[in-house]
């Protein structure tokens, strides 16, 4: 089934099928696209994409993708604008990305965002790598933020 599943009232997850299903993302308003993938297509309607190219692989460093995705997302939201955020699945590299973007503009706990998008999507499962590089994250938020 095709489908965006709703994260917040801005922020979509969704595999690469519904992600490009030009019908949903006029269904549900959707102004950005962000394709954290190196093969997947993008969607053919006019909206803003913006592609992170990774696999899904632990070794891979979506870390240092973290700040422009979830800055851009959050920027999209402010404006009154929505963001999907896919790849091939909908499982590891785009959960990833909206666990990230909940934990710096939503101020959530790394556990408190995972299961935020796991009650959105229940098929996510970030690989262990993304794992690590959310908790180092998480880290270096709570320092920016005077938490320790």
Same mark, same amino acid.
């Given at each position: 089934m095709l489908q965006l599943c709703k994260v917040t009232d801005a922020l979509f997850i969704s595999?690469?099928?519904s992600a490009c299903s030009d019908q949903l993302l006029r269904q549900d308003a959707v102004t950005l696209c962000i394709n954290v993938s190196k093969q997947q297509p993008?969607?053919?309607?006019g909206i803003k994409k913006l592609q992170i190219p990774v696999y899904d692989d632990p070794n891979e460093d979506l870390y240092s993708h973290f700040d422009r995705c979830v800055?851009?997302?959050h920027k999209e939201a402010k404006r009154g604008g929505r963001s999907v955020v896919y790849c091939k699945n909908g499982r590891s590299r785009s959960a990833t990305v909206c666990?990230? !973007?909940l934990m710096k503009?939503? =101020?959530l706990t790394l556990t408190d965002s995972l299961q935020k998008v796991k009650a959105a999507r229940?098929?996510?499962?970030?690989?262990?790598g993304f794992m690590c590089q959310?908790?180092? !994250?998480?880290?270096?938020?709570k =320092?920016?933020?005077?938490?320790?």
């Open positions: 595999n690469a099928r993008f969607p053919s309607s800055d851009a997302i666990i990230a !973007y503009h939503h =101020k229940p098929v996510i499962e970030p690989n262990p959310l908790q180092r !994250y998480e880290q270096e938020l =320092k920016k933020r005077g938490e320790s």
